[in-house]
C-alpha cells in the first residue's frame, strides 16, 4: 500500500526524552522533524531540498496528536514507528541511534 509521504530514507533520534525527538530526510529530499513533547507527538516536513531548520522553524506540520499527559516527553522509538506505519504516513528505511530509549 502507498503511503501518504513516501519513504523517510534516513531517520536519526538526535534527543531521547524531553522531547524525544528525530531528524530524517524522505526520498523526495524533504527534511523530517519529528519530536514528542507535552505528550503531544508531531511530524514536520520541510518543502524539498530544504534543511532540518526549515521543518522546524516553518514546516508542514502532517501529523499532530496528543496521546500522553501533558508532562510527557519520552516516548519509545518503536511506539512512534507504529503510530507512523498505523496512520500510513511513511515507509521508514535506515534508523539511526535506534535503541530503546534511543
Not at 536519526?12 to 505528550?39: D, F, H, K, M
Amino acid at each position: 500500500m502507498k503511503t501518504k509521504y513516501g519513504i523517510i530514507k534516513e531517520l536519526e533520534c538526535t534527543c531521547s526524552c524531553c522531547p524525544s525527538q528525530w531528524e530524517g530526510l524522505t526520498e523526495n529530499n524533504e527534511a523530517v522533524y519529528i519530536r514528542y513533547r507535552w505528550g503531544c507527538l508531531t511530524i514536520e516536513l520541510s518543502k524539498p531540498d530544504g534543511t532540518i531548520f526549515e521543518a522546524i522553524r516553518n514546516g508542514e506540520l502532517i501529523y499532530s496528536e496528543q496521546i500522553g499527559s501533558e508532562l510527557d516527553g519520552d516516548i519509545s522509538p518503536e511506539e512512534v514507528k507504529r503510530i507512523i506505519k498505523e496512520n500510513n504516513l511513511f515507509e521508514i528505511g535506515e534508523v539511526k541511534n535506534d535503541k530503546s530509549s534511543c
